[in-house]
Structures are given as C-alpha cells and as structure tokens.
C-alpha cells in the first residue's frame, strides 16, 4: 500500500489523498483551497479556469500523479462531505480523469452536481449515490476491492469516513474528525462500527489534526443550539433590524437559526446565491426540515429589493445572510460598502454563527468588516458557534478505537499538525516509523 499526500498536509484546504494497492489507485477528496480561490476572485473576473486556479494553488497539484505514473491507473474518487475544500477541485480536475467513477453520500453528490453545472464543465463520469453506513464492491484489477462510508459528524449533513478494504489491510480516511454523540439533526457517530473495524487490521489512518494542540473538545451542535437561544434573546427589538449569518452548507445550525429566529414573530429571509444552493441541494435530498418556515431570494435584483424593505420596515424580518468571514461581494460586504439601499444603525443586530476561518486572509477581512460595523454601532455577537472540527480528545478516542499500524496527520499546516505525533507517542506510535509527517505531494510506502 501507497498512499500520496497530494493536498491539505501542508495547509487547510485543498484536501486530496490518492491510495495505491498494486496496481490500483483510489483518491480521496478533491477541494479548493480557499485562500487562493479568494486571489483569484480579485484577478479573474469572468469564471474559473484549471491554469488560473493552478497558478495560486487553489486546487491540489494532482501533476504528482503523472510523475508516479498513477494517474492512468485510478479506479474510483471517494468524496467524504460537501464542502469546498473537500470536493471543489474536481470539477476542474474531474477530466484528467476520464471514465473514473465518483462516489459520495446524497447530500455531497448534490452539491458536486450545482458545482459541475457552475462550472460548466462536461462530465462523463459515473456519479454513484451512496447512503452513511454502507459498504460497495469496486473491481480492481487484481481483487474486488470493498468502500465503506462510516456515518460521522461534522459541521455538514451526510458526511462519513471512509474505510478502503483490501487485502493490504484497511486504509481509514477520518477528514473531518468531530464526535457529536448528540447532534440535533441527523444521525450520531456510528461507533458499533468504527469499532468493528478496529478489530480488523487497519494499515494507515489519515486524521483530521487541526486542533491536534487542543485538548478541550468544542462541543456538539446542542451547545450551538443554546447558544442561539441565548443570543436572540440578547438582541434589540423594536425598529432595529436582525441578521445573522453562518456557512451556508451547514443545514444543522440554519435549522437551529430558523428554531431560534421564528421566536422573535419576524419573517425569515435567507439571502444569497450560496445560501440558495445548500438549501435547494437539501430539499432534493429530503434532508431541509426548515424550508417551509422561511423565504429564499436568490438573485442580486430581488436581494436588493428586499433590503429596500428591509431599511423601511427594520423590525419586521430577520435577514440569514452569506459575509461572516468577510467575504469580498457577500451580502455583508455590500452592505458596508454602501451598494445596497439597507444601512445599519445604531442598535441594529447580527449575530454571527461562526468563527473566522485560521488563515490570514479570513483573519484580517473579518477584522476590517466587524470594525467598520462597530463604528456604526451595530450589536455584534460573534462566535455564536461549535466548530466542526474534534481536539486531542477525539482524534486520542478514534486512534484507541481503530489502533492503526500508520497515522498520518492531515488538513492543516505542519505546525498544526506536529502535535499529533506527539499524541501519537502516548500509543506507541514512532514519528517518522509509524507516525508520519507529511508535505503535499511526497509518497508513504506502508
């Protein structure tokens, strides 16, 4: 067994892993690195293309693959959830990849489906719907290779780890690693399983690292749940006006928004494109409990008109919109730039349902949007959220659970995710021997 840490070993984003098992080849994840595909915005005004995206390291340099002479030898690409820095490449990666098929749960295929259609790109690969906790036969060229998909828990609906069995043993891809045994949409962590398969001969277990420096675990969605509670009962009432924004794939807590917000007796409005997308992808799943309760506008002239109301009439609707990392062209944005007829005042609210994304493009475009919002009196109530992603505690549990031969730490920078070789060392594990620190782009013969 092979395995190529192609993308997301040395930074967060960008994940993409490919696993040899003689002569076959199976990849994992496919993502954008959203930095780069920020610079891009500022540059290339009229789409995306592979040379741009691969000019600012928005998508995982897969060229490696060339070089190994894999690339012609891929069986299967195995997508573990729905957001961007997870499947985002492969529309423009997809073709280097003629015939090969793609699997993913139901919610992710969707996804991957409007973000085919956005990119314009033809595709002439099998695209396989599979359920959490399901197992499917692949025919290799030398043994029927199985895929399991483990249900997990991550700040997406229908997410899983995924189980590559073979007979080199199995190899485990734990991105993102979070156990919520509480979740309030959707199922728990499927430990019955992940334990089943520890009893197996597990060979390399790539993990989510991190928050590998983190012992405190973040909580489940219940505290985020709370936390909302809390945070609407905190805002001003009368003629101020009510946003709040949050990831706009994370159905969970836009449930939760919608639970809280419909106590205030305001009309809920979601704004925005991106919005649109992950709820109409989770209403053609089945998975969007909250569609009948609000009003989504999608296009720029509606979404303007309704903020027009929204200046005239404050205290009448909670708007959900897209900005909270203070995206350039979000609706946030717009506001505080003055390209909207809405402009916040005194005493208006937004509650942000989020934290800032750990790079330092996101770190400084939060910092300038919540300044100018704070010069303007808005009542802010930020970090009003879990994260998605498990400290120590879940990855020293999963580790104990599947008792790997190799861990491989992934999706962050090599300064966060150093610590985990240390956790590793409390199971015996040997960096550099069977704990394996890994760039983008090298190779692991376990």
Same mark, same amino acid.
């Given at each position: 067994?092979?395995?190529?840490?192609?993308?997301?070993?040395?930074?967060?984003?960008?994940?993409?892993?490919?696993?040899?098992?003689?002569?076959?080849?199976?990849?994992?994840?496919?993502?954008?690195?959203?930095?780069?595909?920020? !610079?891009?915005?500022?540059?290339?005004?009229?789409?995306?293309?592979?040379?741009?995206?691969?000019?600012?390291?928005?998508?995982?340099?897969?060229?490696?693959?060339?070089?190994?002479?894999?690339?012609?030898?891929?069986?299967?690409?195995?997508?573990?959830?729905?957001?961007?820095?997870?499947?985002?490449?492969?529309?423009?990666?997809?073709?280097?990849?003629?015939?090969?098929?793609?699997?993913?749960?139901?919610?992710?295929?969707?996804?991957?489906?409007?973000?085919?259609?956005?990119?314009?790109?033809?595709?002439?690969?099998?695209?396989?719907?599979?359920?959490?906790?399901?197992?499917?036969?692949?025919?290799?060229?030398?043994?029927?290779?199985? *895929?399991?998909?483990?249900?997990?828990?991550?700040?997406?609906?229908?997410?899983?780890?995924?189980?590559?069995?073979?007979?080199?043993?199995?190899?485990?891809?734990?991105?993102?690693?979070?156990?919520?045994?509480?979740?309030?949409?959707?199922?728990?962590?499927?430990?019955?399983?992940?334990?089943?398969?520890?009893?197996?001969? *597990?060979?390399?277990?790539?993990?989510?690292?991190?928050?590998?420096?983190?012992?405190?675990?973040?909580?489940?969605?219940?505290?985020?749940?709370?936390?909302? !509670?809390?945070?609407?009962?905190?805002?001003?009432?009368?003629?101020?006006?009510?946003?709040?924004?949050?990831?706009?794939?994370?159905?969970?807590?836009?449930?939760?928004?919608?639970?809280?917000?419909?106590?205030?007796?305001?009309?809920?409005?979601?704004?925005?494109?991106?919005?649109?997308?992950?709820?109409?992808?989770?209403?053609?799943?089945?998975?969007?409990?909250?569609?009948?309760?609000?009003?989504?506008?999608?296009?720029?002239?509606?979404?303007?008109?309704?903020?027009?109301? *929204?200046?005239?009439?404050?205290?009448?609707?909670?708007?959900?919109?897209?900005?909270?990392?203070?995206? !350039?062209?979000?609706?946030?944005?717009?506001?505080?730039?003055?390209?909207?007829?809405?402009?916040?005042?005194?005493?208006?609210?937004?509650?942000?349902?989020?934290?800032?994304?750990?790079?330092?493009?996101?770190?400084?475009?939060?910092?300038?949007?919540?300044?100018?919002?704070?010069?303007?009196?808005?009542?802010?109530?930020?970090?009003?959220?879990?994260?998605?992603?498990?400290?120590?505690?879940?990855?020293?549990?999963?580790?104990?659970?599947?008792?790997?031969?190799?861990?491989?730490?992934?999706?962050?920078?090599?300064?966060?995710?150093?610590?985990?070789?240390?956790?590793?060392?409390?199971?015996?594990?040997?960096?550099?021997?069977?704990?394996?620190?890994?760039?983008?782009?090298?190779?692991?013969?376990?």
């Amino acid at each position: 067994m092979e395995i190529c840490t192609i993308g997301g070993f040395n930074e967060v984003g960008k994940n993409m892993t490919a696993v040899k098992v003689g002569k076959d080849v199976f990849i994992f994840d496919c993502g954008f690195f959203l930095p780069g595909i920020i !610079e891009l915005q500022e540059t290339e005004k009229i789409g995306y293309s592979l040379p741009g995206l691969r000019r600012v390291g928005g998508v995982p340099d897969d060229r490696i693959l060339d070089e190994l002479g894999w690339r012609n030898h891929v069986k299967a690409i195995f997508l573990s959830h729905a957001h961007l820095d997870h499947i985002g490449g492969l529309p423009f990666l997809i073709n280097r990849y003629p015939g090969v098929e793609i699997y993913g749960t139901p919610f992710t295929m969707k996804v991957l489906d409007s973000l085919i259609e956005d990119s314009k790109v033809k595709v002439n690969n099998r695209l396989n719907i599979v359920n959490p906790n399901s197992i499917h036969k692949i025919k290799g060229s030398t043994e029927e290779i199985k *895929v399991e998909f483990v249900n997990a828990t991550h700040s997406t609906i229908d997410c899983a780890y995924i189980a590559l069995h073979t007979k080199e043993g199995i190899f485990f891809y734990a991105l993102d690693l979070k156990f919520d045994n509480s979740p309030t949409f959707g199922l728990p962590p499927n430990y019955k399983r992940l334990k089943e398969i520890g009893k197996e001969k *597990v060979k390399v277990l790539v993990i989510d690292a991190l928050y590998s420096s983190t012992e405190k675990r973040p909580g489940g969605e219940k505290v985020a749940e709370h936390l909302l !509670e809390d945070a609407f009962s905190r805002v001003n009432h009368g003629d101020k006006a009510l946003f709040a924004t949050t990831f706009s794939s994370h159905i969970e807590r836009l449930n939760n928004i919608v639970k809280s917000g419909q106590k205030t007796r305001r009309e809920i409005i979601f704004l925005g494109r991106s919005l649109a997308k992950y709820i109409t992808c989770a209403i053609n799943v089945g998975k969007c409990p909250f569609k009948n309760k609000i009003r989504i506008v999608k296009y720029r002239g509606q979404v303007d008109s309704i903020l027009k109301k *929204v200046e005239k009439n404050r205290g009448k609707y909670l708007i959900v919109c897209t900005g909270h990392q203070g995206e !350039e062209n979000s609706i946030l944005d717009r506001i505080t730039k003055g390209e909207t007829h809405f402009k916040f005042r005194e005493g208006d609210n937004l509650i942000f349902s989020s934290s800032v994304i750990p790079t330092e493009v996101n770190i400084e475009a939060r910092r300038r949007l919540d300044e100018k919002l704070r010069k303007r009196g808005v009542k802010l109530q930020v970090d009003v959220h879990v994260h998605g992603h498990g400290s120590r505690e879940d990855m020293r549990e999963m580790i104990n659970i599947l008792k790997p031969k190799h861990i491989i730490p992934a999706h962050g920078s090599q300064e966060q995710e150093k610590p985990l070789l240390n956790l590793g060392e409390e199971f015996g594990y040997i960096p550099g021997e069977t704990s394996h620190l890994m760039n983008n782009g090298f190779v692991l013969k376990a």
